[in-house]
Each structure stands twice: as structure tokens, then as C-alpha cells.
Nanobody, 124 residues
Framework: QVQLVESGGGLVQAGGSLRLSCAVSGRTFSTYDMGWFRQAPGRERDFVAAIRGRSDRSTYYADSVKGRFTISGDNAKNTVYLQMNSLKPEDTAAYYC????????????????WGQGTQVTVSS
């Protein structure tokens, strides 16, 4: 069983930065596709970023965050990160880490394991 625990959310002014962490237990994260999604109140959960599992390690980003957000992983800590720079008020949402087997698209919502989420609020 894989467990995911997010941390690092908070309140930040527009233009600021945050780094979200997703601590993975139960399996080595690099064997999975790892993704970050976000959900604002009243909206669907949307794809943000993903890193392909196994030897691929390709990264994928939503157009809205491309050039501002970076997904990465630390094998020694079995943790996945989402570095968020140049934050905008529209980035305000609950951010979720997710994991799935290396099958299908890493940008789809068909992830098997989900964390509880961490809130990011960007003030204008």
C-alpha cells in the first residue's frame, strides 16, 4: 500500500514562491508515475505536473504553470517536490500528490493513490 503525505502549503503574496513536498511510503516513488493536481473551490480537480516513473523520468506540465512550476524527486528521501515560483492568485487551490503505475497518460486523473492535500493561498 502506498501512502502519500503532502506538506509545504501556506499563504504567500503574488509573485512569491512555495515548495510543496510529497513524502511517499510503502514503495519507491520512482517506480510510479507521480503527479500533482489542484482543486479550487467549486471547480474540478485539474492536472498540474507529473514525472514519469521507472527509467523515463520525463516531466509534464499544465500550460498554466509551464515555466513557473517544477516537479522533481529525491530518491534518498523518497519524496516528490513541486517548486512553485511567480505565484498568481489563480494558483490558489488545494494541491494533491498522486501516484499510479506507469501505464497510460501521466496527465490524466486516473491515479490510484492520493494524498490528503495541502492548501495554497496566493494573495494579490
Amino acid at each position: 500500500q502506498v501512502q502519500l503525505v503532502e506538506s509545504g502549503g501556506g499563504l504567500v503574496q503574488a509573485g512569491g514562491s512555495l515548495r510543496l513536498s510529497c513524502a511517499v511510503s510503502g514503495r519507491t516513488f520512482s517506480t510510479y508515475d507521480m503527479g500533482w493536481f489542484r482543486q479550487a473551490p467549486g471547480r474540478e480537480r485539474d492536472f498540474v505536473a507529473a514525472i514519469r516513473g521507472r527509467s523515463d523520468r520525463s516531466t509534464y506540465y499544465a500550460d498554466s504553470v509551464k515555466g513557473r512550476f517544477t516537479i522533481s524527486g529525491d530518491n534518498a528521501k523518497n519524496t516528490v517536490y513541486l517548486q512553485m515560483n511567480s505565484l498568481k492568485p489563480e494558483d490558489t487551490a488545494a494541491y494533491y500528490c498522486a501516484a499510479k503505475a506507469v501505464l497510460g497518460s501521466p496527465t490524466s486523473k486516473s491515479y490510484r493513490y492520493w494524498g490528503q492535500g495541502t492548501q495554497v493561498t496566493v494573495s494579490s
